[in-house]
């Protein structure tokens, strides 16, 4: 596995965790923060003209922007 590039199974990988974390969020600021933080960690990915943030399992945003193919580690 390519050390830069989102290979299919570890975008699953960082989706469920993200999911798992959100899950245990009882309120808008601990959403939020997890949030924040997936963003950071690359286990979510923002579309930058609408500011939405996705999965790593979408491969494109519903503005037709894609998924980045890199993302900082
Ligand atoms: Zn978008």
Same mark, same amino acid.
């Given at each position: 596995? @390519?050390?830069?590039? +989102? ?5 699953? *990988?960082?989706? $469920? *965790? =993200? =999911?798992?974390?959100? #899950?245990?969020?009882?309120?808008? +600021?601990? %959403?939020? $923060? =997890?949030? %924040? =933080? @997936?963003?950071? #960690? #690359? ?5 930058? &003209? ?9 491969? #494109?945003? !519903?503005? !037709? $922007?894609? %998924? &980045? @193919?890199?993302? &900082?580690?």
């Amino acid at each position: 596995m @390519s050390a830069d590039t +989102i290979e299919q199974d570890e975008a699953e *990988a960082r989706t $469920a *965790a =993200v =999911v798992a974390l959100l #899950a245990e969020c009882f309120t808008a +600021i601990e %959403r939020n $923060a =997890v949030t %924040r =933080v @997936s963003l950071r #960690a #690359a286990y979510l990915w923002r579309c930058h &003209p609408c500011k939405e943030d996705h999965y790593l399992t979408t491969e #494109a945003c !519903g503005c !037709g $922007a894609q %998924r &980045p @193919s890199q993302l &900082p580690a």
